[in-house]
Nanobody, 123 residues
Framework: QVQLVESGGGLVQAGGSLRLSCATSGRTFTDYALAWFRQAPGQDREFVSAISWNGGLTDYTDSLKGCATISKDNAKNTVYLQMNSLKPEDTAVYYC????????????????WGQGTQVTVSS
């Protein structure tokens, strides 16, 4: 089992920044790829960003390319998502997810999920 706990969400004005954190425990952190998904009210959960088990590969949804950076700290068993230039359409609950080794942008391929953290961007 892998436990995931997100933090760092909140209310921010358009153009602002947030850094989300996902603390993990339970299994070898370095064996897992980690991803961020988000879900706005009434919408499907969508892929945001992912990082491979060794941190060597990353991916981002097109709308956040150039505005977000995903990283992992193996010493702290934590993955981060730094988001800049936030827009109101980025408002959603952001979830951290984990799967073995290689990431995917498909939510149903992830075995472990956190509870989510709310991000609200005001205009």
């Amino acid at each position: 089992q892998v436990q995931l706990v997100e933090s760092g969400g909140g209310l921010v004005q358009a153009g602002g920044s947030l850094r989300l954190s996902c603390a993990t425990s339970g299994r070898t952190f370095t064996d897992y790829a980690l991803a961020w998904f988000r879900q706005a009210p009434g919408q499907d959960r969508e892929f945001v960003s992912a990082i491979s088990w060794n941190g060597g590969l990353t991916d981002y949804t097109d709308s956040l390319k150039g505005c977000a950076t995903i990283s992992k700290d193996n010493a702290k068993n934590t993955v981060y998502l730094q988001m800049n230039s936030l827009k109101p359409e980025d408002t959603a609950v952001y979830y951290c997810a984990a799967r073995r080794y290689y990431y995917s942008n498909l939510s149903n391929s992830y075995n472990y999920w956190g509870q989510g953290t709310q991000v609200t961007v005001s205009s």
